[in-house]
């Protein structure tokens, strides 16, 4: 299984960004993908979920500002961030289980600032 995320880059307070992330090697649209996020110093957190049937979840500091969403038939999973705050700058990560097994992207670069 491989993950590829693409997407991050410089923004200023208050801009968006779209994440993509795409997936190989494994049955995508029946897998739960996830979007993590570390910002420097700190833990990896987890920042959404969608289930294969496209169920969402979202961590409380996210709600409203980020959409989880994925396209089964291009194999990718995207995370849409609006209204970016400071706080938000990490290198955010796609994740996936497969048989028990936890695949992790290289994962792409968030910097929020002026």
């Known amino acids: 299984v491989q993950l590829v995320e693409s997407g991050g880059g410089w923004v200023q307070p208050g801009g968006s960004l779209r994440l993509s992330c795409v997936a190989s090697?494994?049955?995508?649209?029946?897998?739960?993908m996830n979007w993590y996020r570390q910002a420097p110093g700190k833990q990896r957190e987890l920042v959404a979920t969608?289930?294969?049937?496209?169920?969402?979840n979202y961590e409380d500091s996210m709600k409203g500002r980020f959409t989880i969403s994925r396209d089964n038939a291009k194999n990718t999973m995207y995370l849409q961030m609006n209204s970016l705050k400071p706080e938000d700058t990490a290198v955010y990560f796609c994740?996936?289980?497969?048989?028990?097994?936890?695949?992790w992207g290289k994962g792409t670069l968030v910097t929020v600032s002026s």
């Open positions: 994740n996936t289980q497969v048989l028990g097994i936890l695949y």
């Open positions: 090697g494994t049955i995508f649209s029946v897998r739960t």
């Open positions: 969608i289930t294969g049937g496209g169920s969402t």
